[in-house]
């Protein structure tokens, strides 16, 4: 099993790596991120696994053996992750997820497991919201959270629609579903999947301080993105007064400031990553300035009280440096907690005891899907760094290979058993 673990993993490195970076560009729709779901489905079909899929492209590569219930009478136990990265980031962030799914059913085979349920490989396009800005906009879709009236109106970096990103046949797939209703998508997905376990990287350093190569995740904190639009007037850099400005490049970084000042103060999270000058010259006073607030929060008090607080200083600076500001919430994913019992369950009982169980500040498919009422829990593995999203992301072979085998566990408890209402 360890080689094809390896095989699996050597296949997948060098697929959207920067030569310069080391980092990974993986954006939906691209090339890269469509050789690695070639990648996936010649994987499924070398196992025999039988692959559905939505009409935006999320899959799922099915182990039914004979005798096993069928998905209407049995909902499956479904796993997997995704494959899309990032702008330069790490290897591990979703694609650990997905080989080590397709390892744990390798191993299962080889101890001679036959599930009683139908055992599913998922992987869920655009979970980081990287090309189009909505984050788990795959998962969403899946859930009925979000539909072809949203999906058509995103457009990336380039101004490309999703439409034309996705392709004709696609997009006319996604506009005749979009008659049958959210509702429908939900059922669907609730028909087939059980209960859902993502085994993920861990992006933080929590097991490396426990020592554990496995942990359990227990819940998800609240967090969403809010596009910040700072207006301005365009000037001379030269020969334009510093009083005589109104400068939405100040506002914004004095905005970034109060967010990072707040955050700190709070405990909490708030990231300016992404920001666009127009006209972005060297020598010119912006006309106006865009900046994408990524904020987080241990419950949806603190988040809402850390987006006011920016929001109004923003707004302050804005008034002071005559400028304006406008502000709009591009996506949100509420407090996510995992079904408790299965929490425990998953973590009870190893050698050396139980894992150790931990939240986490990262947004998951497994949070879309439990948010929708389908049971899901999250298996991390140790990063040896803490570094995610960003090439230095690291996970050790051993560990990777204790994550294979605690996913086959948990895989194998919750398959041996027909599915519990
Ligand atoms: O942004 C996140 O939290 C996740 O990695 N998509
Ligand atoms: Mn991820
Ligand atoms: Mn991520």
Redesign the pocket.
């Given at each position: 099993m360890p080689d094809d673990f390896e095989r699996m993993w050597r296949d997948l490195e060098p697929v959207g790596r920067s030569a310069a970076t080391g980092g990974y560009f993986r954006q939906p729709w691209t090339s890269p991120e469509r050789e690695l779901h070639d990648w996936f489905l010649a994987q499924a079909r070398a196992r025999d696994l039988e692959v559905t899929g939505d009409e935006l492209g999320n899959l799922v590569a099915w182990w039914r053996p004979a005798g096993a219930l069928p998905a209407s009478a049995s909902p499956g136990v479904v796993t997997g992750s995704h494959l899309d990265s990032?702008l330069d980031g790490g290897a591990y962030?979703g694609p650990l997820g997905v080989v080590s799914a397709l390892a744990a059913v390798d191993l299962l085979r080889a101890r001679g497991f036959v599930p009683r349920r139908p055992l599913g490989v998922a992987v869920f396009v655009e979970?980081?919201?990287s090309r189009f800005g909505m984050?788990?906009l795959g998962s969403r879709y899946a859930t009925g959270a979000l539909g072809w009236r949203e999906l058509s109106g995103l457009r990336d970096r380039d101004g490309v629609p999703l439409p034309d990103a996705v392709g004709a046949a696609t997009a006319e797939a996604l506009e005749a579903q979009e008659q049958a209703g959210p509702a429908v998508r939900l059922s669907r997905l609730r028909d087939q999947v059980g209960v859902f376990v993502e085994l993920h990287v861990e992006?933080g350093r929590a097991l490396v301080d426990r020592n554990a190569a496995v942990g359990v995740g227990s819940g998800i904190w609240p967090?969403g993105r809010w596009r910040f639009e700072f207006t301005g007037r365009a000037d001379h850099a030269g020969t334009t007064r510093m009083e005589d400005r109104a400068d939405p490049m100040l506002t914004f970084a004095m905005t970034a400031l109060a967010a990072n000042k707040q955050a700190r103060l709070a405990g909490q999270r708030a990231t300016f990553g992404r920001v666009e000058a127009v006209p972005n010259g060297t020598n010119v006073v912006p006309s106006s300035v865009t900046g994408w607030l990524?904020a987080r929060a241990e419950d949806a008090d603190a988040l809402a009280t850390l987006v006011e607080a920016v929001r109004t200083q923003a707004a302050a600076r804005a008034e002071r440096d005559g400028t304006s500001l406008s502000i709009a919430a591009e996506s949100h994913s509420p407090a996510v907690w995992f079904d408790p019992r299965l929490v425990e369950r998953v973590a009870a009982e190893h050698e050396g005891g139980d894992w150790p169980v931990l939240p986490t500040?990262?947004?998951?498919d497994a949070g879309i899907l439990a948010a929708a009422g389908i049971p899901s829990v999250m298996l991390f593995v140790r990063n040896p760094t803490g570094v995610?999203?960003a090439p230095g992301e690291h996970a050790e072979v051993p560990d990777c290979l204790v994550g294979v085998s605690a996913l086959a566990d948990t895989l194998e408890r919750l398959a041996s058993v027909e599915a519990t209402g």
């Open positions: 990032v962030d979970e980081e919201g984050p788990c992006q967090h990524d500040a990262a947004g998951h995610s999203h």
